[in-house]
């Protein structure tokens, strides 16, 4: 059997999560990883899921990288694929970490990005706003006694652009066959660009 190899960055990724899924797909289809690089801003998490890399195992498949999406530290065309998910909502300017990530990848690479979206229902997103204002702020606080942090999580989802405007940034960045999928509804959504 034929084993392709491709080098991965999965930004904004301190607990693993989602690299730990990458790594299980990539094994599934007989692809194997350089090494999967996770990039994160916090230390505090980065922590956490190298700690759980290592009790499942995986930790060896994995290089934990202290830094900043706005501007990475890891030089052009370094990754064929580069992941974020529920991150790029947190950066402070949207326009930048697409540069960046576009920087990163190489020629050919894919770009994936998993977020919070809009829900285009109107119905449906009459229902998941009260449930989003109403609801998970309080049961932020009866949780983690944290109000606030889910306020703020709330806030910054209505914030952040919907699908078609998101995609045409993607697009402004540089990348190439842009396209997106909404899952839950549009309560969140997959976009995808390549560097071509």
Request: charged share 20%; proline share 3%; aromatic share 12%.
């Amino acid at each position: 059997a034929v084993v392709s190899t491709q080098s991965t960055g999965d930004v904004a990724g301190g607990t693993g999560d989602i690299a730990f899924r990458l790594l299980s797909h990539m094994q599934n289809i007989n692809t194997d990883s350089e090494e999967i690089v996770i990039c994160d801003i916090n230390t505090e998490m980065l922590k956490v899921g190298q700690q759980r890399a290592e009790k499942l195992g995986i930790n060896s498949h994995f290089s934990w990288v202290e830094g900043n999406a706005e501007k990475l530290q890891f030089p052009d065309n370094s990754f064929d694929i580069y992941t974020i998910a529920y991150g790029i909502r947190n950066v402070t300017h949207i326009d930048r970490a697409l540069a960046e990530a576009y920087r990163v990848l190489k020629p050919g690479g894919k770009f994936a990005c998993l977020e919070f979206s809009d829900v285009p229902n109107p119905v449906i997103s009459q229902i998941y706003d009260r449930y989003s204002f109403d609801v998970i702020p309080v049961l932020g606080q009866l949780i983690a006694e944290d109000f606030e942090s889910y306020k703020y999580l709330v806030e910054s989802i209505r914030k952040f652009p919907a699908q078609r405007q998101f995609a045409d940034m993607i697009a402004e960045a540089g990348f190439s066959v842009v396209n997106y999928e909404n899952l839950t509804f549009g309560v969140t959504a997959i976009h995808t660009g390549y560097k071509l």
